[in-house]
């Protein structure tokens, strides 16, 4: 079964960078999708970035267009999130999930991730 771990969280004063890294183990993460979710307190969680498996498309939240950029390595089976010109509002514990092959329409919402890691805290405040 895959499991997932994230990492690479922290504080960071606005227009800093983060990068957030998902490790999976268990099985190939080549044959799944990989989204990453944000979840602020006492809002719900939203998808941030999703990478598919086929086709190696790519999405993103239009809050992050321009400033994250979601990328993977099939051979350490990882995915990474690089988060540049943090703000506040992107304060909150971002997870990574997995489906398989593709994102889907609907992977904002997270329909149909069904390997969730921890989650790792993201702080962005002066």
């Known amino acids: 079964q895959l499991q997932l771990v994230e990492s690479g969280g922290g504080l960071v004063q606005p227009g800093g960078s983060l990068r957030l890294s998902c490790v999976a183990s268990?099985?190939?993460?080549?044959?799944?999708?990989i989204g990453w979710f944000r979840q602020a307190p006492g809002k719900e969680r939203v998808g941030v970035s999703c990478f598919s498996s086929s086709g190696g498309s790519t999405f993103y939240a239009d809050s992050v267009k321009g400033r994250f950029t979601i990328s993977r390595d099939n051979a350490k089976n990882t995915v990474y999130l690089q988060m540049n010109s943090l703000k506040p509002e992107d304060t909150g514990v971002y997870y990574c999930?997995?489906?398989?092959?593709?994102?889907?329409?609907?992977?904002?919402?997270?329909?149909?991730?069904?390997?969730w890691g921890q989650g790792t805290q993201v702080t962005v405040s002066s």
């Open positions: 999930a997995a489906k398989l092959l593709s994102c889907g329409s609907m992977w904002p919402a997270g329909a149909l991730f069904g390997s």
């Open positions: 268990g099985s190939t993460l080549g044959y799944y999708a």
